[in-house]
Each structure stands twice: as structure tokens, then as C-alpha cells.
């Protein structure tokens, strides 16, 4: 039975069994750089389905890179980057037991007696949810990905039922939910980024100078970003247009030094620059996935199923932090070109 979204904003699965229930408030939990949003939320079970065994609910954090179908001949095409148990039935008393949210408060006085919450808390140094879309260069390889959703960061509250721990689950005696660990900027931003070439034609006497640079360090999904260039041009030619494009590079720091770059904005602006003169002008530039929709190799923010997305976010690297551990590193790139009109 797939999830759902109520009109009380509540995330609802069943396990095949029909005697499992688990419900979540989101399937967006924020990452504010110091601190992680909790996953809290109720499991409520048949208590004739128990037979005196204790409910668990984990918490995974994976790095898969081939699809689960493949387990059934041996093969396993993900790794477990954190996990986190928490027994909500035969619980240990010595665990703290933290408030119950208003959620879970309404959630425990309409479900009834057998409903139990749990909360289940990320460390700070989690990669955030990322889906990378098979390319070509990722197809031809041994890792032939047919779903794209096979190839990234992946996030998911499961609860299932068992005397302990080591027993073996099966899918029909499990329920669990795809989440997604999303990243919110640092509220005061750095400066922005800037850069500065000089260039020498080989029959003039003074260079080409181009600087560019943004205001800020930070830019939110499909807002306009302000790429402010200047061009003190000494030479005898004539500049006829500015290209801007914007990069995407994904870093695959896992299993193997991966790197795949993708545009995700070029353009071309009519910008006539006559020789010994100079030029200063801000252009306006978006990167939106509805752009880039048909353009494999992208990473994007974690996908859950039927539910919209955007173009990665750049990794935030902390100090001391573990690249591996991420999995996926993102990052962006400006770059500005200058086309020279020919003969000039």
C-alpha cells in the first residue's frame, strides 16, 4: 500500500500484512548546519501480530548504486552510512524518553492503546538526501542502472516486529518510508565568490581584463542569480557577445573517485565591447531542473516518489568532517567566457 498524504498532513504506510501501521508528520527534515530535525512519529500495531515480540523502528542512512532487485542473486549495491534502533514495544527503561510532539499527542488519542511513539535523531555529519540520474557514462558501466532511483543518498524510517534484532525480516512483515534529510543555508551568508583574468592577444600591446563576481555566497533553487562582469578592454578587438554558463560537479567519493560535470545554464548575451573601452554590466541567471529535465547525470535533491524536486545543493563540508562518510559531494561553478568578433 503506498503512502499518502492526508488532509491533517500525516504520511500513512501499511506493511502487505495489514498489521503494521507507521505514520510520519513530513518526509522533509531539515539540516540547519548545527543541528538536524528529529523523525518523530507513531507506529501502531495488531496486538494479536506481536506473540509477546518487540516492535523496533530504524533509522537508515544509505549510499546505493545499483537496484534492490539485484540482492536476490547475491548482490548488494548499497552501503548503511548510519543507523539508528529505537524499541518502542518492551522498551528499555533506561533510555530518556523525550516530550511527545502535538502530533504524536493526536496521533496517540485517536489510534488507541496500541499506537507507541518513537524519535529518532540524525548526527550533524550526514550527507543530505541525493538522487544521481543514470548517465551514459554510469550505463555502459558494470553498475547498469534501470531506475533512477538506484544511485544516491538514500533515507528511511522502517519498523517491523521481531523477538530481536539479528532475525531475519521479511518485506511482508516490515513498513517502512523513504524521508528525505534536505539542507537549509547558514543564515549569514559569506561574500560572494569572485575572479579575474588577464589576457594577451599575441599582435597587441596591452591585455584583455575580465573580472566577475556574485554578491553573495548563497543562492536559493530557482532564484535569478546577479553575475556582475567587468571588461576594461585595451586590445583592437572587438567583443561581440558574453556567454554564461553554470556547471553542476558531482563528486563520487564513496567506492571510487567518480566526477561527472553537467550545464545546467548557458547563454549567450549580445554584448558589443569596441576596442580601448571598457564594460561593466550584471546579468541575470537561473538554473532550474525544468531546464535540465531530459539532461541524464544530474544530482537532485532526493526524490520520494510522485513528489517534485530541484537541482542538488552544494555541500556544506564542516570542519574535520569525513568525505567519504557523504557519499556525494555537489558543488557549482560560473563561468564566463568572452566571444571575439572574427578579423578583429
Known amino acids: 500500500m503506498p503512502g499518502w498524504y492526508s488532509k491533517v498532513g500525516v504520511f500513512k504506510k501499511t506493511c502487505s500484512n495489514g498489521k503494521l501501521f507507521i505514520y510520519l508528520g513530513k518526509q522533509d527534515f531539515v539540516d540547519h548546519v548545527g543541528t538536524v530535525e528529529p523523525v518523530d512519529g507513531v507506529v501502531l500495531v495488531d496486538p494479536d501480530y506481536l506473540e509477546g515480540r518487540k516492535i523496533f523502528v530504524m533509522l537508515t542512512c544509505a549510499f546505493l548504486y545499483g537496484h534492490d532487485d539485484l540482492d536476490v542473486i547475491g548482490l548488494t549495491f548499497h552501503k548503511d552510512l548510519y543507523i539508528q534502533v529505537q524499541q518502542v514495544i518492551s522498551a528499555d527503561p533506561t533510555n530518556p524518553q523525550r516530550p511527545l510532539t502535538v502530533l504524536q499527542e493526536r496521533l496517540l488519542h485517536k489510534l488507541g492503546d496500541n499506537a507507541y511513539p518513537f524519535t529518532l535523531k540524525m548526527v550533524v555529519n550526514l550527507p543530505c538526501s541525493v538522487t544521481l540520474q543514470p548517465g551514459p557514462k554510469i550505463q555502459e558501466s558494470s553498475l547498469c542502472l534501470c531506475s533512477l532511483h538506484a544511485y544516491g543518498v538514500d533515507f528511511e524510517v522502517k519498523s517491523f516486529c521481531a ?80 556567454k554564461i554558463s553554470v556547471n553542476q560537479t558531482t563528486d563520487v567519493v564513496l567506492y571510487l573517485l567518480d566526477k561527472y560535470t553537467k550545464t545546467v545554464f548557458i547563454q549567450k548575451f549580445t554584448e558589443t565591447i569596441a576596442a580601448n573601452s571598457s564594460f561593466t554590466k550584471s546579468f541575470a541567471v537561473t538554473t532550474l531542473l525544468v531546464a535540465n529535465c531530459q539532461k541524464l547525470g544530474l544530482a537532485l535533491e532526493g526524490k520520494l516518489k510522485h513528489g517534485d524536486t ?32 572574427s578579423g578583429g
Open 163 to 242: 523477538e530481536n534484532l539479528e532475525d531475519k525480516i521479511s518485506k511482508r512483515d516490515s513498513v517502512w518510508l523513504v524521508i528525505q534529510k534536505v539542507q537549509f543555508a547558514p543564515l549569514e551568508p559569506g561574500p560572494g565568490p569572485w575572479a579575474h583574468i588577464i589576457h594577451h592577444f599575441l599582435l597587441s600591446a596591452q591585455p584583455l581584463q575580465l573580472q566577475a563576481w556574485v554578491e553573495r555566497e548563497v543562492h536559493y533553487h530557482s532564484k535569478p542569480i546577479s553575475v556582475h562582469v567587468s571588461i576594461n578592454n585595451c586590445t583592437s578587438k572587438v567583443i561581440k557577445k558574453v
Open 310 to 341: 530541484n537541482l542538488a545543493s552544494s555541500t556544506i563540508l564542516r570542519s574535520g568532517m569525513d568525505k567519504e562518510l557523504l557519499g556525494i559531494l555537489v558543488s557549482y561553478k560560473i563561468r564566463v567566457n568572452l566571444l571575439v568578433a
